[in-house]
Each structure stands twice: as C-alpha cells, then as structure tokens.
C-alpha cells in the first residue's frame, strides 16, 4: 500500500515537472510560419521583374528611321523623259503649224504666231504700206487682223487676229552659238497666182553681221532664197525660231533677223508701243520749186509717264505724217531741244504726235516753222 502511495506521490511528481518541459515550446514552433513568411521572398523578385528596364534598348531598334531615307526620290527620272519628247517630225510639224501668210494690202509675206491668243510676229516692212491686213491661218482660214505693235527701229511688227488656241512657235534667246550650224528656213511660196504653201529651204549659217539698215544683228546663210518667205521663221536644229527672214543677200541666199534683236521689246509691243526710226531730210525726194521750212523747235519740257517723272534715257521722237525726228532721251525727269525739221511746207498746219517709249501722248501741237516752245508731256503707258 506503502508502495502504492510512493508510486503515486513519484508519479504525481513526475506530473509536475512535466510543466519544465513545456516551456520546450519550441513547439513555438511558430518558426514553422517562418517558412510561410520564406514564402513572401519571392514576392521580392517582383522588384528584378523592374529590371525590364533594359527593355528600352529597343530604342535603338528606331535605326530603321533611316529607312524613310529611301532616296526613291528618283523622281527626277521623269524630269529626262520630256527630252525626248521633242522628236523632229514633231518639232518641225509644230513649227509649220504657226507659220502664217500675212497680206497687207498689195504686199505679201510670211508670218509666225507667237501667242496662242492670235499674236503673230511678222516684218514691220511688209505691213509698212498700210492697207487692210489678212492672215491666212496654217488650218487654211482667211482672218482679219489688226497692227498692234511696231519696231521700225529693228524691222518688226505684232499683229493681232481674234482666234484662241492657236499652235505657237518657240523663240530661241540668242543665236550666238549658231555659226556653222544648219538652219531651215519657212515661209509661205507662192506657187500659182493667188495660191501659196508653206515651203522649207536649207542651209548653214556663215556669217554673223550688224544689220547696217536696222539696229539688229543678221544671220547669213546658204540656204536658197524663196519669194514669199519673207517674214518666215529660220529655226536651228531644235526647230526654235533663231530669226525672222528678211531680204535674200547677195547670191540670192536667206538673211534672217536674230530674235535676240527684237526679243526685250515684245511685250511692249504686245500692249501698243510704236518704236520709229528718224527720217533724214536726205531720205525725201526733192521737190520741184520746194524748200524745207524753218525747224519747230520744242525748246525743253518735263515728261511724266503713268503720273510719275520718266526714268532717265527715256526716248522721245516726234512725227509728222510720214516724217519722223531724231530721237532725244529724258534726263532728270524732262527733256531738251526736240527739233522737228519737216522736209516740205506742205507739212505746215499739219500735227505733231509725240511717242515717249513708243506709246503716244494725247496732246498734239500743229507744226509751225521757225518756233522756238517749252511743252510738258505726259503718257499713260498700260500695264501687264
């Protein structure tokens, strides 16, 4: 029993310190949770995920914005082909399709349409005369036409008819390189009375001359020379208009007007202007039992153009019918000593026209030998 009781007291206190042993509780073994909170670690690698950063690389893969730099561009390709375009039997067909027949009253010569609006382009001398003026179109059509502009100091004249869409020649600048090379020469033959075709002769350029008549340089040639192709275009080689026929030369070869004569006056011509050449007293014939008058001499003026005082070299001449005086050019705004020397009394009460840069001025002063008079002009010259 004894026994028994010391089993239960050693039992019980084993009971007891069985308590010790709780505080083991390593069974706090909550560390076991530290392996859930491992677990979170990798939740860090989210922050290597930011290295994507080095993603940007890609930047320079944009490299291929040189790839706009194809020079494709090759555009210019297209800008050659036209070169081609000009075939002879083009150019050539184009150039007889704005060769026109001028008639001006009982004178007859050849033409070239410069605008398609109906401008044409002929020789002051075959319209010189006066006259009605016709035209016979290159589609064979019979068209009035009207004298627009005149240089009689080269030898051209503008006309004017009233068609639209008219085939056009091409004027070359300047026919300086043109010794030695080979021209035609066009214009409208006559070959039977009252019949005319367009005819083409050619040849080469020999020489390059001052005009000794007109203020232009000539182009001498060994082509033929065909009645009736006065006025007519000589192209070069490309079919450009170097010149304007004009009286066969010596040997009865083609003579030709460069268009590098008369080309800087064209648009003045185009809006009116009236160029002349003096009339020397020597230029009249005498007349039986007739003597010249004392001068009219227009002492000094201001000239004003559009309102405004003229630029200075501005020139001025002076007309009488047929008669036409030397030429005086402004400075400083006006003129001096315009003198007007008629060749017969006959010319006495006639007027006086005034031309300041080929356009007319409105005032006339009745011509009256042996006068000595101050006159102001003034002119409107239009524009464009």
């Not at 009971?15 to 560390?31: C, G, K, N, S």
């Not at 035609?184 to 009375?193: F, M, N």
């Not at 030998?369 to 006159?375: C, H, I, N, R």
């Amino acid at each position: 029993m004894v026994l028994a009781v010391l089993l239960f007291l050693t039992g019980a206190c084993t009971v007891t310190e069985l308590p010790t042993p709780t505080p083991v509780p390593t069974a706090q073994a909550t560390p076991t949770s530290p392996p859930q909170t491992a677990t979170p670690s990798p939740a860090v690698t989210p922050i290597a995920t930011v290295v994507p950063s080095p993603t940007r690389t890609p930047l320079p893969t944009a490299t291929p914005s040189p790839t706009p730099t194809p020079i494709p561009t090759p555009t210019p390709v297209p800008t050659s082909t036209p070169t081609p375009t000009p075939t002879p039997a083009y150019s050539i067909a184009n150039v007889q399709a704005a060769t026109v027949r001028v008639m001006a009253g009982e004178k007859r010569g050849s033409g070239i349409i410069v605008d398609s609006d109906g401008s044409i382009l002929t020789l002051s001398s075959i319209v010189a005369k006066g006259g009605p003026l016709t035209v016979l179109l290159p589609s064979g059509q019979l068209a009035d036409a009207r004298l627009v502009g005149l240089d009689e100091r080269v030898g051209v004249a503008q006309l004017k008819v009233e068609q639209s869409g008219l085939s056009t020649v091409i004027l070359a600048e300047s026919g300086a390189a043109l010794l030695g090379s080979p021209v035609t020469a066009l214009g409208y033959a006559e070959v039977s009375p009252g019949q005319a075709v367009v005819t083409a002769t050619r040849g080469f350029v020999s020489a390059l001359l001052p005009d000794p008549s007109l203020g232009g340089i000539l182009a001498i040639t060994d082509a033929p020379a065909i009645e009736g192709l006065l006025g007519g275009p000589l192209v070069d080689a490309s079919f450009k208009v170097v010149g304007l026929i004009v009286t066969p030369g010596s040997g009865g070869r083609t003579r030709a007007l460069l268009t590098s004569s008369f080309l800087s006056s064209l648009p003045q011509l185009k809006l009116g202007a009236r160029y002349y050449r003096p009339t020397p007293l020597t230029s009249f014939p005498p007349n039986e039992g007739e003597i010249a008058p004392f001068p009219h001499v227009f002492l000094k003026g201001s000239v004003t153009i559009n309102g405004r005082p003229a630029p200075n070299g501005t020139p001025i001449v002076a007309k009488v019918q047929d008669y036409v005086s030397s030429e005086v050019k402004t400075k400083d705004g006006g003129y001096s000593l315009l003198v007007v020397q008629v060749p017969y009394r006959s010319y006495a009460g006639k007027p006086i026209e005034f031309y300041v840069d080929g356009f007319r001025v409105e005032k006339t002063v009745n011509y009256a030998g042996d006068t000595l008079q101050p006159l102001d002009l003034a002119v409107t010259i239009p524009t464009g």
